[in-house]
């Protein structure tokens, strides 16, 4: 029988990275492509195709040696029947995409949510090697998150499982973009953080921060105020301490109710540094159950933004390979 492989797909809004790799899990090629959303969905079906078949070709696989694909997109979406049921940033409604990749493809295609993947890449390839109950959690843009419990990814009855940034941690708090107030999203995200920082220069203070943004107030993102921060800036240190304070929060909360042994944390928040670790570390010892806190370890994610991609030549890997735990598991 000749060797088999399988291809990995992790669909963003800006770009679309393909992996395929053998059944080791060894990458042999990779391809990063625009999503180019704003040009329609059958455009992005295309793209993710020709990606597909570009690497395909670039490792010299035919279509027959490839037992699986899996793909990674935003949700909500149901990875049993294969449907993206609303995707914003792609504005796609109930597309079928598995039905629609098979039939250009002629490859057996998974779904599944983006941050559950990264959950996977980060267990199979990442910080949680090893770890059979561990918590996955991004935050950048947005806050993200995947579970993993016995090994195996847990998505919960309705797909929705691991929305850790919807979880309330300030009940008149600030509007989410999900339309609850106080959500951990709304709080601790990249986009809070500059939200927070935009409205402080609006009333004269921080002007480290309006200096890092050239001036101008609306060009204030976490980035600009994490460099005020690092230049000494009060105003700036005391926005990333809040924000981590109440991911410290959050976080203190998924340990109390879940009792994993790790929790990873990625995304561009994270790459702060020492302020957001320290504070956030302060707030889970502080709230944390004695025994629970005892046995959770936070560790830094690995895998940065190829997370998601690695998490998809795995659930592949499992399909083709091993445990069938797309269908299982819910």
């Not at 927070?196 to 609006?202: F, G, H, I």
Request: proline letters at 4%.
């Amino acid at each position: 029988m000749p060797e088999q492989f399988v291809i990995g797909v992790d669909l963003g809004g800006t770009k679309i990275l393909t992996a395929l790799a053998n059944r080791e899990g060894h990458v042999l090629a990779e391809q990063k492509i625009p999503t180019e959303a704003a040009k329609g969905q059958q455009h992005v079906v295309a793209q993710i195709v020709q990606s597909v078949e570009q690497v395909r070709k670039k490792a010299g696989v035919k279509p027959e040696q490839v037992p699986a694909l899996a793909l990674g997109a935003p949700g909500p979406l149901d990875s049993c029947k294969g449907i993206i049921h609303f995707a914003p940033n792609l504005a796609w409604h109930d597309l079928p995409i598995r039905q629609v990749l098979e039939r250009r493809l002629s490859i057996p295609v998974l779904l599944d949510n983006d941050a559950n993947l990264a959950a996977l890449g980060e267990h199979v390839y990442g910080a949680g090697r090893g770890e059979d109950n561990m918590v996955y959690i991004t935050v950048s843009t947005g806050i993200g998150g995947g579970l993993i419990f016995g090994g195996r990814l847990y998505r919960g009855f309705a797909d929705v499982a691991g929305e850790i940034g919807h979880m309330t941690v300030f009940p008149d708090g600030p509007l989410c973009g999900c339309g609850n107030r106080g959500c951990l999203e709304a709080l601790a995200s990249g986009t809070a953080i500059a939200r927070d920082a935009r409205e402080l220069a609006a009333c004269g203070r921080g002007a480290q921060i309006l200096a890092a943004a050239g001036g101008d107030a609306a060009g204030i993102t976490a980035v600009t105020v994490a460099a005020a921060a690092a230049a000494g800036d009060n105003t700036a240190e005391s926005i990333i301490a809040r924000a981590a304070r109440y991911l410290g929060i959050g976080i203190a909360n998924i340990i109390n109710l879940l009792n994993p042994s790790l929790v990873v944390l990625g995304g561009g928040v994270m790459d702060i540094g020492e302020p957001v670790w320290q504070n956030l570390r302060t707030e889970v010892q502080a709230r944390t159950l004695e025994e629970a806190g005892k046995s959770a370890r936070l560790a830094a994610a690995e895998l940065g933004g190829r997370a998601g991609v690695m998490g998809a030549i795995a659930l592949a890997q499992r399909c083709a390979f091993g445990v069938m735990d797309n269908q299982t598991w819910k």
